[in-house]
């Protein structure tokens, strides 16, 4: 009925590729996690709402949070 193609050449030929890719999105991912873990505001939302977004969302969800969600960074009063 089904027939089951049990040759994985034609995955193993597209690992030079996917390797890569799967290292960046986890680095972006990671990145963007830590960031927004120790944010205390953010341009839009808030910091569950771009937890979830940049677990969910693949590569596009750390794109997007540090593109648009990432809050500005306080600058720091200078002493005289």
Known sequence: MFEVNNDFSEVMSLLPVLIPLILVQL???????IHACRAKSFKM????????VILLVDIIGPVLYFAIGRGE???EEEED
């Not at 680095?27 to 996690?33: I, K, Q, V, Y």
């Not at 939302?45 to 979830?52: A, E, M, R, S, V």
């Open 27 to 33: 680095g972006l991912m990671l990145a963007a996690l």
């Open 45 to 52: 939302g808030n910091k569950l709402i771009w937890i979830l």
């Open 73 to 75: 960074p306080k600058e």
